[in-house]
């Protein structure tokens, strides 16, 4: 049951990812509202899945990083679900679910293996780290997709070269809207995350930060992400500059979350 419904999901966020497509490639707004129903429908079967495999299995999202993996494309499609309520935001859609198709493409590799919990990843603490890191990541994700459309957006508007494809990218105000909010929340949620994972190190290794790459990585993208915020809240930094030191930001975050597996050895390698 629990793989028919990934496989279900998987299907889901391709079907979106196709309809994001088609609705650009039209110009009609319309193949994107009615896309959204059909991402959301994939969110909701992957979230069913993602409790069965935990509940049945005793499994948390940190068990492998295919897992994580999962667990991070859900939480960003729900994210950017969540600010269809507020915001017109319907492109966002076409950066949000092809990456999340191409992340669950990915963490199917483990679909149907069976894998065992190790003691150290046993606890109450674990999941809740594992929570809120990673749906504050998914949050900082979306921080960098609407950059990437606000610098496209106020690239075209700069250059007076607007074209039909513009008047269906969000407006400059939302999309700057999107990325304050997805970065006050993402980096507080990440900032929690660390902090449980310290108090679940200091039981585990006898002390709460080990020196570790992907530990240090991610105190680096953490420190990125403290001075964007302060100069944001501070200073009133906004617009483009914000939008390009989101997207680094988030490309320190992504290193430190995928990358450091695969350059270095971590205490974070638990299989």
């Not at 496989?7 to 979106?16: D, I, M, P």
């Not at 992907?214 to 420190?223: D, I, R, V, Y």
Request: charged share 15%; net charge positive.
């Amino acid at each position: 049951m629990e793989a028919t419904l990934f496989k279900a999901a998987l299907l889901g966020y391709l079907v979106a990812t196709l309809g994001y497509t088609v609705s650009l490639m039209v110009k009609r707004v319309a193949f994107a509202r009615a896309t959204v129903w059909i991402l959301l429908a994939a969110f909701v079967i992957h979230g069913v899945s993602l409790a069965l495999r935990c509940f049945s299995r005793g499994l948390t999202p940190a068990i492998h990083p295919h897992e994580t993996l999962s667990f991070f494309a859900w939480a960003m499609t729900g994210t950017y679900l969540a600010f269809q309520l507020k915001t017109k935001t319907r492109v966002l859609g076409a950066f949000v679910s092809p990456l999340a198709f191409l992340l669950m493409v990915v963490a199917s590799n483990r679909l149907g293996v069976d894998v065992s919990v190790p003691d150290i990843l046993k606890g109450t603490l674990v999941p809740v780290h594992v929570a809120l890191s990673v749906i504050g990541e998914a949050l900082l994700a979306i921080a960098c997709g609407a950059g990437i459309l606000y610098l496209a957006q106020d690239s075209q508007i700069r250059q007076r070269k607007m074209t039909p494809m513009s008047r269906y990218l969000p407006s400059l105000d939302d999309l700057d809207r999107v990325n304050h909010v997805s970065l006050l929340a993402g980096f507080t949620l990440l900032t929690l995350g660390l902090l449980v994972g310290s108090v679940w190190a200091s039981t585990v290794w006898g002390r709460p930060w080990p020196w570790d790459p992907k530990l240090m990585w991610t105190l680096a993208a953490w420190f990125f992400y403290a001075v964007l915020i302060h100069q944001r809240l501070a200073i009133g930094w906004k617009g483009r500059k914000i939008a390009l030191l989101s997207i680094a930001a988030f490309a320190v975050l992504l290193f430190a979350f995928v990358g450091v597996n695969s350059f270095f050895k971590t205490v974070h390698r638990f299989q």
